[in-house]
């Protein structure tokens, strides 16, 4: 017996619009303009739409979110770097899995916040305006080291021994096995952690705008419409951040699509088969 599936694009369509809809059901319910001001804590739909396109706030987008980007793609690629390099040692030297474990979980449990305001004071914002802050990389490395490792080791020890076998019988040693067996099979998980590390690594560049001393990007963009009481213009910067990680992260799984092709023909062999 078939199950009914809805439509990627249709279930999409109707997320969106209840998510509308609730968030014009809480503004109006949920908070009330204060009186003798014009300042709304949570703004309507209309007047985030308003704010972006019938003032047109959103032609100065891109200076906005330039350095964020620069700043997060930066991060994303020393972060993945290193955490790939750490797994890949595990291979070479399986003693020091433990270690290398260890160490991609205390940077998970440590507080962003307060590692954020050590690196301001250790590695500053940015040299010149308009370049990316130093802190904002480094935090966009630094929320991506936990996924990529964990995943990548995942990835590579789920490899079929009886392959590896092969190798080894032939005279392949650790480093043929991790080129012929090891990374083709590891290959699917190292992508999904890498897609996940997407939208980490720009909230991690945001967070360091946003503690550190400079003056473009999304951080410091918030920072003064929050003191300029600009509802309306917080809650479309934070939308307009929602909109590009959500692409992001979309777009990275076409290119998963395309790179592991025999994924994604596996499943829908097994949902057909469901």
Not at 163 to 186: E, F, H, P
Request: with cysteine; charged share 5%; hydrophobic share 55%.
């Amino acid at each position: 017996m078939t199950k009914a599936h809805i439509p990627g694009w249709l279930a999409a369509t109707l997320g969106g619009v209840g998510l509308v809809l609730a968030w014009w059901l809480f503004s109006l319910l949920a908070f009330q303009q204060q009186e003798g001001t014009t300042f709304t804590p949570v703004p309507s739909p209309y007047a985030v739409f308003e704010w972006l396109f019938i003032q047109g706030n959103i032609a100065g987008a891109w200076s906005v979110f330039q350095p964020t980007i620069t700043a997060a793609a930066i991060g994303y690629l020393w972060g993945n770097g290193i955490a790939l390099v750490l797994a890949t040692s595990v291979l070479v030297f399986p003693r020091t899995e433990t270690v290398i474990t260890q160490i991609a979980v205390v940077t998970y449990c440590l507080p962003v916040v307060a590692v954020g305001g050590i690196s301001v004071v250790v590695l500053g914002g940015a040299k010149n305006p308009g370049d990316p802050s130093a802190t904002a990389i480094f935090l966009a490395a630094l929320v991506c080291v936990f996924t990529t490792v964990v995943g990548a080791i995942l990835g590579f020890k789920s490899a079929d021994k009886a392959s590896l076998d092969v190798v080894r019988v032939y005279g392949g040693g650790a480093w043929t096995q991790l080129r012929k067996v090891r990374l083709i099979a590891a290959l699917p998980a190292i992508l999904n952690a890498l897609q996940i590390a997407v939208p980490t690594a720009f909230l991690g560049a945001v967070l360091g705008e946003y503690l550190g001393s400079i003056t473009a990007g999304v951080g410091p963009t918030l920072i003064r419409l929050q003191g300029q009481l600009d509802s309306a213009g917080v809650w479309s910067v934070f939308l307009l951040c929602a909109v590009f990680a959500l692409a992001a992260y979309g777009l990275f799984g076409l290119v998963i699509k395309l790179v592991t092709p025999w994924v994604a023909g596996a499943a829908g062999v097994a949902g057909k088969a469901a």
